[in-house]
């Protein structure tokens, strides 16, 4: 902890305190430390192995010295000098008492030894944990990252700056086209346009009336129009009915003068 603060306050006062703060820094600085950690555990697994054994080698010494002794009491006793098995015995009994609690130690040696080594096996499987969740979350603080960059790709192209900027565009356009239909409305109403008019009226009936002197001077007669025709048929109709109307009129008038000469004859 007083390490990991240091290299913090360090960090900060190199102004590199970002730095720190990021993912892929913090996670490969953790998996230094778990690698380092294990290494300190392995060294302390092995001094506790060493001692074990140690106490091993000692505890076996002692057994064989207690034999040892043992087998010389049972000469003495055998040679009939009980005072020297006694005495053999009584050391004997010194050492079965060192070797009891040298015995006791070994066990627990051996119990500390299998513990460190069970702690060791542990860290070991907890440490291939962790790597391998650490590319896990490398792999994601990656994607992440494209993610973002995707995101804020896509958010400049639909900012409401371009939008609008579209939307000025549009309204500009639609100003200029309304700006060239009015230009052709005021062309249209002008004196100049309505004197090309009449001059190209002009030239037409100009252009109608050499066309006919040419169909006169080639002897092709020029058909009445259809409309005029129609026209005069109408003329002539109402022509004729008029006429008739007159001579029916003056038919009674001459009817009814006759019939009052007759009647004054008559009287006389």
């Not at 960090?11 to 993912?23: F, I, R, T, W, Y």
């Not at 140690?54 to 003495?76: F, G, H, P, Y």
């Not at 060791?120 to 994607?143: G, H, P, S, Y």
């Not at 958010?155 to 309304?178: K, P, V």
């Given at each position: 902890?007083?390490?990991?603060?240091?290299?913090?306050?360090?960090?900060?006062l190199?102004?590199?305190?970002?730095?720190?703060?990021?993912?892929?820094?913090?996670i490969?600085?953790?998996?230094r430390e778990m690698r380092?950690?294990?290494?300190?555990?392995?060294?302390?697994?092995?001094?506790a192995?060493?001692?074990?054994?140690n106490?091993?080698?000692?505890?076996?010494?002692?057994?064989?010295?207690?034999?040892?002794?043992?087998?010389?009491?049972?000469?003495?006793?055998?040679?009939?000098?009980?005072?020297?098995?006694?005495?053999?015995?009584r050391?004997?009994?010194?050492?079965?008492?060192?070797l009891?609690?040298?015995?006791?130690?070994?066990?627990?040696a051996?119990?500390?030894?299998?513990?460190?080594?069970?702690?060791?096996?542990?860290?070991?499987?907890?440490?291939?944990?962790k790597?391998?969740?650490a590319?896990a979350?490398?792999?994601?603080?990656?994607?992440?990252?494209?993610?973002?960059?995707i995101?804020k790709?896509?958010?400049?192209?639909?900012?409401?700056?371009?939008?609008?900027?579209?939307?000025?565009?549009?309204?500009?356009?639609?100003?200029?086209?309304s700006?060239?239909?009015?230009?052709?409305?005021?062309?249209?109403?002008s004196?100049?346009?309505?004197?090309?008019?009449?001059q190209d009226?002009?030239?037409?009936v100009?252009?109608?009336?050499?066309?006919a002197?040419?169909?006169?001077?080639?002897?092709?007669?020029?058909?009445?129009?259809?409309?005029?025709?129609?026209a005069?048929?109408?003329?002539?109709?109402?022509a004729t009915d008029?006429?008739?109307?007159?001579?029916?009129?003056?038919?009674?008038?001459?009817i009814?003068?006759?019939?009052?000469?007759?009647?004054?004859?008559t009287?006389?």
């Amino acid at each position: 902890m007083l390490k990991r603060f240091f290299r913090y306050i360090r960090a900060l006062l190199m102004g590199k305190l970002d730095q720190m703060e990021d993912p892929e820094i913090i996670i490969n600085e953790s998996m230094r430390e778990m690698r380092e950690i294990q290494i300190k555990n392995r060294e302390k697994a092995v001094q506790a192995i060493t001692q074990k054994n140690n106490l091993q080698n000692l505890v076996s010494q002692e057994e064989k010295i207690c034999a040892d002794l043992e087998a010389k009491a049972t000469i003495a006793l055998k040679q009939g000098n009980e005072d020297l098995a006694r005495q053999i015995l009584r050391e004997k009994g010194q050492h079965d008492a060192t070797l009891a609690n040298m015995r006791t130690s070994l066990q627990q040696a051996i119990d500390t030894s299998e513990g460190v080594k069970l702690a060791i096996q542990r860290a070991e499987e907890q440490f291939r944990v962790k790597t391998a969740e650490a590319l896990a979350l490398k792999a994601n603080m990656k994607q992440a990252q494209i993610q973002i960059a995707i995101g804020k790709a896509l958010d400049s192209l639909q900012s409401d700056e371009t939008s609008q900027s579209w939307d000025r565009a549009e309204e500009r356009i639609r100003n200029m086209q309304s700006e060239a239909q009015a230009r052709n409305e005021i062309a249209g109403t002008s004196m100049s346009s309505k004197l090309a008019a009449l001059q190209d009226s002009q030239v037409d009936v100009q252009a109608d009336q050499a066309l006919a002197d040419l169909k006169t001077k080639l002897g092709i007669s020029t058909p009445q129009p259809a409309t005029e025709t129609a026209a005069n048929v109408t003329t002539g109709a109402t022509a004729t009915d008029t006429d008739v109307e007159k001579q029916l009129s003056e038919l009674e008038t001459k009817i009814q003068q006759t019939q009052s000469g007759g009647t004054s004859t008559t009287g006389s």
